[in-house]
């Protein structure tokens, strides 16, 4: 079991990600902000984040990433560098832009559609866990 921190300022999505996870076994921490994201990072130590680009910011989810995956070894969230994340995004159905994990621009692991596929959603975070 995984402990898994869902950062995303939906309810709805929230509720959809933790009844898929917790049917898979994992436990499940939310958080409604980066801001708060990044606090239950340090208090929580999840196994693995689930975030939402927009929030309250249309790139907040970029920014929390970028903080997290930050090089300097100085940074507030080092420690927490090697902990996967999964980036939610409704943008692939709306934009023909397409987006992908790069280590400089957008430091995550892998995307996953919105609206979430459970199936997917489960088999994307145990992959990532293994690892």
């Known amino acids: 079991m995984a402990k898994i921190l869902v950062v995303d300022d939906d309810p709805d999505m929230v ?7 917790e049917r ?5 921490v939310e958080a409604k902000n980066g801001d708060e994201g ?9 196994d693995l ?10 790139t907040e989810g970029f920014q929390v990433a970028h903080k ?42 892998a995307f996953i559609d919105k609206p979430i596929d459970p199936d997917k959603l489960v088999e994307e975070v145990e992959k990532l866990i293994k690892k």
């Open 15 to 21: 509720l959809a990600a933790r009844l898929c996870l």
């Open 24 to 28: 898979a076994g994992h436990q499940v």
């Open 38 to 46: 990044l606090a239950k990072v340090k208090s929580d130590e999840p």
């Open 49 to 58: 984040i689930i975030l939402d680009v927009m929030m309250n910011t249309t």
């Open 68 to 109: 997290l995956r930050s090089p300097d070894p100085k940074s507030e969230y080092a420690v927490y560098k090697d902990i996967p994340i999964v980036l939610l995004t409704a943008i692939h159905s709306t934009s023909p832009v397409r987006l992908a994990p790069e280590k400089d621009y957008l430091p995550v692991d």
